[in-house]
């Protein structure tokens, strides 16, 4: 049993860090609530055990302290109606009288939530006396904030030194995330395939690297499949490249054959005459995409291409999507590649997805239920596979 489910929190009151940073529109209401629904199983187990519950997190950007548009207030009509009723309380600010008064006058079975961490300079900063003014609060520490992880903030990373070993613990979401992003990481079944998608190579090279140790294939799509291309001396078109990483691309490319990973390209595409939901298009072969024409999807042979290895596998991850998903003319291959995940999982295989655009694709596309785990955390996840170390977790491990 993992050291918060064997927790008792009864008559405790629980600082929670958790991650509601979500989208809202210009009328101030939520647009995706997913992380807001992912905190609600740690916070429902703390009330039960007959606890209270403290609420932290960051929204948006702020540039110049407390704003309207980045207020948490926002939240806690929704908040109410996630956690099935009861009382959410609400604090002006995160530290100082207000805060302390509201947490003070908390009981037990209720909720508070403070205000929006970043109205203060000194969270993202790391600063020690903030972190010690938000540990005041609570009796326990939670952090359950999977997607600011990889930061090293007051509320994230600073906070946890002020309590007991024994007070301080991941909640319910962090665990799972860990514990799945491990899995593949370390203990995969296999074969293990790691599907990379997104627009740039620059922005994948570590995790690249980092799963040429581990993968037996890995499939590129999306924009940065063009780099690749060009650098083996294909013609592109006027597709995606950056014309500064084709050294690096080859480098990739001859590492994977040394180390026996088959690194996959798309063979053919959905090109375009415009980046447009309008545009012309026609499928053509990768060997030569027509001047004037632009690759924004795969096309169906690289669709089958990806199935059929992905049918093979035993663990899959999955980070970025293989074309320009958002518009309809150019979603067919990112769906078919979900449907294959989807497939391979129904028949045994673990399946991760994780980073922004995967997500939200697997959410478009009503898949995310039929996948193994979908990460909330795209920055941190990235990171994780990046083989870097996460501050947020190594403070409550400490």
């Known amino acids: 049993m993992s050291k918060f489910s064997g927790y008792n929190f009864n008559g405790k009151k629980a600082l929670i860090r958790v991650d509601f940073n979500v989208p809202l529109n210009d009328k101030f209401e939520i647009t995706d609530d997913t992380r807001m629904r992912a905190a609600v199983p740690t916070i429902k187990k703390i009330l039960n055990d007959g606890g209270a519950v403290i609420l932290m997190s960051h929204l948006g950007r702020p540039k110049d302290g407390p704003t309207n548009k980045y207020s948490l207030k926002h939240l806690v009509f929704h908040l109410v109606s996630l956690l099935g009723g009861g009382t959410v309380k609400f604090a002006e600010d995160c530290i100082g009288p207000e805060a302390e008064k509201a947490a003070a006058n908390l009981q037990m079975g209720e909720v508070l939530l403070l205000e929006n961490l970043r109205f203060h300079k000194e969270e993202e900063k790391g600063d020690a006396g903030f972190a010690q003014e938000l540990a005041k609060l609570g009796d326990v520490y939670v952090n359950d904030a999977f997607g600011t992880a990889h930061r090293a903030h007051a509320s994230t990373a600073v906070i946890a030194q002020y309590y007991p070993k024994d007070a301080r613990m991941f909640g319910l979401l962090m665990e799972a995330e860990v514990g799945n992003a491990e899995k593949v990481m370390h203990s995969a079944e296999r074969p293990f395939t790691a599907i990379l998608g997104g627009a740039k190579v620059s922005d994948k090279i570590l995790i690249i690297e980092n799963l040429m140790e581990r993968a ?183």
Do not use: H, R
């Open 216 to 398: 037996n294939n890995i499939i590129i799509g999306g924009g940065m499949a063009y780099t690749f291309l060009k650098a083996q001396g294909k013609e592109i078109g006027n597709s995606l490249c950056e014309n500064d990483k084709l050294d690096l691309a080859n480098e990739l490319l001859a590492k994977a054959k040394a180390k026996g990973v088959a690194l996959l390209l798309p063979v053919d595409s959905v090109a375009a005459d415009k980046f447009a939901a309008d545009a012309n298009t026609q499928v053509v072969s990768n060997d030569n995409i027509p001047a004037g024409w632009m690759g924004l999807d795969i096309g169906e042979k690289s669709v089958q291409l990806f199935s059929d290895v992905i049918a093979q596998s035993k663990t899959i991850l999955w980070n970025g999507p293989m074309g320009v998903f958002e518009m309809e003319a150019f979603q067919g291959g990112t769906k078919a590649v979900a449907n294959a995940i989807v497939k391979a999982t129904s028949q045994g295989a673990f399946s991760l997805v994780g980073g922004g655009d995967s997500v939200a694709a697997v959410n478009q596309f009503g898949l995310a239920d039929k996948v193994s785990y979908v990460s909330t955390g795209g920055g941190a996840m990235l990171e994780y596979f990046e083989g870097k170390e996460l501050p947020g977790i190594t403070a409550v491990n400490a």
